[in-house]
């Protein structure tokens, strides 16, 4: 069916050794014998395949050919893991509420800035697929129109709840965020005192929050930060994070 067109293999690193051999010879003398066939048929046809897996590491662990490995390896295409490309997630979930609201006859549209920090935070082990899951989970359950944290899975929930612990200190890609946004913020207004207190109140709240979700107790978050622990309620306070 695939002659004079594309066949296209998925997963093509759970190829058991033996149908590997068989593909290798397809691939070298361009021919094959139909199951139950005598006959051998001729085919031309362009081989596209996918792994997860390092296939490199497949064949010095002898679990791939190397022969066969060199046949595929062509032109090899890397496509990043979703954490790697972190821009397409909003691309994703307004592609996802789309098809999952039409399927549903539901209407969910709004997506707090909070969620979506969630979402971009988040690692996805499981890729694309796993956001496609988690998009269908929450539009099948939510009776409104926004998008509520309160739906999402446990894992994608603890993950947000760990995550300034396990943070290490911002990266240089961080920081020009943060730049950039500041930037925004001060362009077009003369009044520079006012956006800076605005940022730095932000950064306190967002800051302190992330202390309280983690679990430390207000001794040790003001100890942590350098305030007193009379300041820091002062804080908690003003910023409604009890």
């Known amino acids: 069916m695939a002659d004079g067109g594309t066949l296209f293999l998925d997963e093509i690193g759970e190829m058991s050794p033996r149908l590997q051999v068989k593909l290798l010879r397809v691939l070298q003398e361009r021919e094959f014998e139909p199951v139950g066939s005598p006959r051998t048929v001729a085919v031309d046809v362009r081989v596209v395949t996918a792994t ?46 789309e098809k999952f609201n039409r399927e549903n006859r539901k209407n969910v549209r709004k997506l707090s800035r909070k969620v979506l920090d969630i979402f971009l935070e988040y690692p996805w082990p499981g890729n694309v697929r796993e956001l496609e899951n988690c998009i269908e989970r929450v539009v099948v359950m939510i009776d409104g129109d926004a998008l509520s944290a309160d739906f999402l899975p446990a894992e994608i929930l603890d993950h947000d709840h760990q995550g300034c612990l396990k943070r290490k200190k911002p990266s240089s890609t961080d920081m020009m965020d943060i730049r950039a946004a500041a930037e925004r913020l001060c362009a077009g207004t003369d009044d520079l005192a006012s956006v800076r207190n605005l940022l730095l109140q932000a950064m306190d709240e967002i800051v302190i929050r992330c202390g309280l979700l983690n679990k430390f107790s207000q001794r040790d978050l003001a100890e942590k930060l350098g305030l007193s622990r009379m300041t820091l309620r002062k804080k908690i306070q003003a910023y409604n994070l009890k």
């Open 52 to 97: 997860s897996k390092d296939l490199r590491e497949e064949v010095r662990k002898g679990r791939f050919r190397e022969d066969l490995y060199y046949r595929l390896n062509v032109i090899p295409i890397r496509l990043p893991p979703l954490r790697e490309r972190r821009a397409d997630i909003p691309l994703l979930i307004n592609h996802f509420l």
